[in-house]
């Protein structure tokens, strides 16, 4: 599972868009930062020196070194070409190399050094995969500038040995060796995930396995809001909010502490969707609509989608291939949505491009 936080607007809005070239700093021309960004991020990843030495086509004036980022990003571009193309076009791969020098290269690609992994692995179950991870969220966080308004949320990676814009994301690995069992894991994630925009006043929208009243206050404290559902199990649900057969369809409870609003809404006879919200203040309600909705659901209907939209968008335009290695799921996923940023990233800049064409992925 893949717990990501994404900007959902994309268009129009203040404050997004990637960083002008006058903010680029001196690092971002650094070569020893180019150097990690194309070897660590754009998948030009060791390939094992013992699994690939005898498997070599033809002779070569390149330093292996250089073969080895030359036909890593071969083989990159052949994923990327497979993604888009409808149907694939079958000359792009004849031209590039080898049916059998590309399978070769995707069995043996490495993403870390596995000599030094065992170590790495007593505590850290990600360690095959975690500096390729660190490296791209990197470029995630210095490429774009968030709204007002972000999402957390899950997306699950399926693994049967086969957007809007992410900003940050981490990867659940279970507990890690030797640690204490993490009681309140969604708590904990989106304090993670949040360490990178605290004191921005912007808002985030969670879904039900995040939400809670002890996360609202601490998150208040870092100067940022919430708006996300809650559980029914919750014990800071009052019981008149709790769903009941005799509360009116369409109907709305409200309750105040502090600075935090909880909601209960009755969509249905006999149930109730309770919202908790530290960015609204007032009781209103959508009177233009016979549902009457709270404008509370209204915003979170608004904005929830993030994840679910770069879901379903990726899904379209997939570099996924069958695989049996964890490390090579990360991977293909990782491409996907580094494509998407891409388009994201492109389409900020030039908000009128293909904006005529119903085809396009925007």
Request: net charge negative; glycine share 8%.
């Amino acid at each position: 599972m893949v717990v990501g936080m994404l900007q959902k607007g994309l268009e129009g809005e203040d404050g997004i868009g990637p960083d002008s070239e006058s903010e680029i700093s001196d690092e971002d021309n650094d070569p020893a930062y180019v150097s990690q960004g194309q070897a660590g991020v754009m998948g030009v990843s060791l390939l094992n020196e013992e699994d690939s030495s005898d498997d070599q086509e033809g002779s070569s004036d390149e330093s292996p070194e250089e073969e080895i980022q030359t036909q890593g990003g071969q083989e990159l571009g052949c994923c990327l070409a497979g993604a888009v193309s409808r149907p694939p076009a079958k000359s792009i791969y004849k031209a590039t190399m080898g049916v059998g020098r590309y399978e070769n290269i995707r069995r043996f690609l490495r993403f870390d050094d596995r000599r030094t992994r065992a170590l790495r692995l007593e505590t850290d179950h990600m360690a095959a995969f975690r500096y390729v991870w660190e490296c791209f969220l990197d470029n995630c966080r210095r490429r774009f500038i968030p709204s007002d308004c972000v999402t957390i949320d899950e997306q699950l990676v399926p693994f049967r040995g086969r957007v809007p814009y992410t900003i940050d994301g981490t990867v659940y690995t279970g507990r890690q060796p030797g640690e204490e069992i993490k009681k309140k894991l969604g708590e904990t994630v989106v304090q993670q995930l949040c360490s990178g925009i605290r004191g921005t006043g912007r808002n985030i929208t969670m879904d039900n396995f995040f939400t809670s009243v002890p996360l609202a206050e601490k998150l208040l404290e870092k100067d940022l809001t919430i708006v996300g559902t809650l559980r029914q199990n919750k014990a800071d649900i009052p019981p008149v909010m709790k769903p009941s057969k005799l509360r009116e369809i369409y109907s709305s409870e409200f309750g105040f502490r502090g600075n935090m609003t909880m909601v209960s809404y009755v969509p249905k006879k006999g149930k109730s969707v309770v919202l908790l919200s530290t960015m609204h203040d007032d009781k209103a309600v959508d009177e233009s609509n016979h549902k009457k909705k709270p404008d509370v659901i209204l915003f979170y209907n608004q904005t929830k989608g993030g994840v679910d939209i770069m879901d379903q968008m990726v899904s379209a335009y997939t570099c996924k291939r069958r695989t049996r290695r964890w490390p090579m799921v990360l991977w293909s996923n990782m491409l996907d949505v580094a494509t998407l940023n891409a388009l994201a990233s492109f389409t900020s800049q030039h908000p009128g491009y293909m904006s005529g064409i119903s085809n396009a992925r925007r």
